[in-house]
C-alpha cells in the first residue's frame, strides 16, 4: 500500500514518539535541559513567525498585541525582584494568575467573535472575574503554559488534523501519543535510568524543579513534606523524591518526552504547516536569534533561560486562540460524523 506524504508524517511522528520515549527512560533530565536550550527557542520563533501570517488564528487587529501585552507584564512579574531593586513598585500577589486567566479566556473571545462590542465587553467581564483565577492559580501559572501546553494541546492540534484529513494513520499517531504515558510509567521503571549530574541538578532546580513538585502534589497527590529546618528551602527537601525515587523519575521521563515530542512534532510537520515560507530577512532573523540563544545558553544556561523566558511564554500566550481554534474544529468534525446516524 501506497502511503500518502501526510500518511509518512505521521508514520514518522509515531516513530519520533518512540524514539523521544527510549531517550527520556534513560536521561530524562538532560534530555529536557538540551531539548529546552537548543530546540525550544526555534520552535518559539518559528511559531510566532507561522501564527503571524495566519493573524494568530484571531478575528481582531488588536488581538496579539493584547497577548503581547499581557506577556510583558507577565515577564515583569517573573523578575520582580530585579525590577524592585531600582524602581519602588509593588506587584500584586496573584497577578500571574489573573493574566493568565485573561489570556486564556480572551482568546476563547478572539478566535469566536467578531463583533467589537460584544469583544469589548466579554474582555471587561473577564478582567472583573479574574479573581476567580485564585482558586486554580497552580493551573494557570504552572501546569497550562508547561505540561497542558506541550502534551495536552499538541494532541489537540494532531487529533484536529488527523479529523480534517480524514487520515486514519493521523488518528493512530493521536492514540500512540495518548499511550506513551503508560509506556513511560510501565517499561524498565527500575533500570536504564542514568542519574543527574550535579551542574544539571543546580541548573534544574533553579528554574524547572517547581514544575515537577506541583506535578507530585496535585497531580499524584504525594503528601507535602513537613519542613524541619526553618531556615531550609521547602523545595530542597523534594530532592530525594524528585531525583532518585520511582515515583519523581517516572514523572521527568513524562516531562522530558512531552518537551521532546512537542517540538519535534512540529518541526516534522513543516511541509504541511509550512513555517519556513516566509521572508528571506525574517527566515534569517529567526536563524540569527536562534544561533544567539543557543550560545548563550552554552555560557551560562540561567542567562539563556532570563533572556527567552518573554519569547517562551509569548508563543503559549499567542497560541491560545489556535488550541481553541483546533478544540472548535474537533468538535465540528465530530458533530459531522453523527449527522447522518441521527437522520436516519
Not at 37 to 63: C, M, Q, V
Request: glycine residues 4%; charged residues 10%; contains cysteine.
Amino acid at each position: 500500500m501506497t502511503l500518502t506524504s501526510t500518511e509518512k508524517i505521521d508514520v514518522l511522528n509515531i516513530g519520533l514518539m518512540l524514539f523521544s520515549c527510549c531517550i527520556a527512560i534513560v536521561i530524562p533530565f538532560e534530555l529536557f535541559l538540551v531539548v529546552y536550550a537548543i530546540l525550544g527557542p526555534l520552535h518559539y520563533l518559528t511559531e510566532i513567525s507561522w501564527l503571524h501570517d495566519r493573524n494568530y488564528f484571531s478575528k481582531g487587529k488588536y488581538d496579539a498585541p493584547i497577548l503581547i501585552l499581557i506577556g510583558l507584564l507577565l515577564t515583569a512579574f517573573q523578575f520582580k525582584e530585579k525590577i524592585t531593586a531600582f524602581i519602588d513598585i509593588s506587584f500584586p500577589e496573584f497577578l500571574n494568575s489573573e493574566l493568565v486567566y485573561i489570556a486564556l479566556l480572551g482568546s476563547l473571545i478572539f478566535a469566536t467573535v467578531k463583533n467589537n462590542f460584544y469583544r469589548i465587553a466579554g474582555l471587561v467581564l473577564l478582567i472583573i472575574t479574574s479573581s476567580l483565577s485564585h482558586h486554580a492559580a497552580i493551573f494557570f501559572t504552572i501546569f497550562l503554559p508547561t505540561l497542558v501546553h506541550v502534551y495536552i494541546f499538541t494532541g489537540l492540534f494532531m487529533l484536529y488534523g488527523a479529523l480534517k484529513s480524514k487520515s486514519r494513520t493521523g488518528l493512530i499517531a493521536v492514540l500512540s501519543l495518548a499511550l506513551c504515558p503508560f509506556i513511560l510509567y510501565n517499561v524498565y521503571p527500575n533500570t536504564f535510568f542514568h542519574p543527574i549530574s550535579v551542574a544539571n541538578k543546580s541548573i534544574y532546580d533553579e528554574f524547572f524543579k517547581v514544575m515537577n513538585v506541583h506535578s507530585l502534589l496535585h497531580i499524584f497527590h504525594y503528601p507535602p513534606l513537613l519542613q524541619t529546618d526553618p531556615k531550609a528551602n521547602p523545595l530542597s527537601l523534594w530532592d530525594n523524591i524528585i531525583y532518585h525515587s520511582q515515583g519523581g523519575i517516572m514523572l521527568m521521563r513524562f516531562i522530558a518526552f512531552a518537551y521532546t515530542y512537542h517540538y519535534l512534532n512540529w518541526f516534522s510537520k513543516t511541509k504541511i504547516i509550512q513555517w519556513h515560507r516566509v521572508p528571506k530577512v525574517r527566515f534569517a532573523a529567526v536563524i540569527i536569534l536562534w544561533l544567539v540563544s543557543i550560545g548563550l545558553y552554552l555560557v551560562n544556561y540561567s542567562s539563556g533561560l532570563q533572556w527567552l523566558f518573554f519569547l517562551s511564554f509569548l508563543h503559549v500566550l499567542l497560541e491560545f486562540p489556535l488550541n481553541f481554534t483546533s478544540i472548535i474544529g474537533i468538535g465540528k468534525s465530530i458533530g459531522e460524523r453523527f449527522k447522518p446516524a441521527s437522520a436516519n
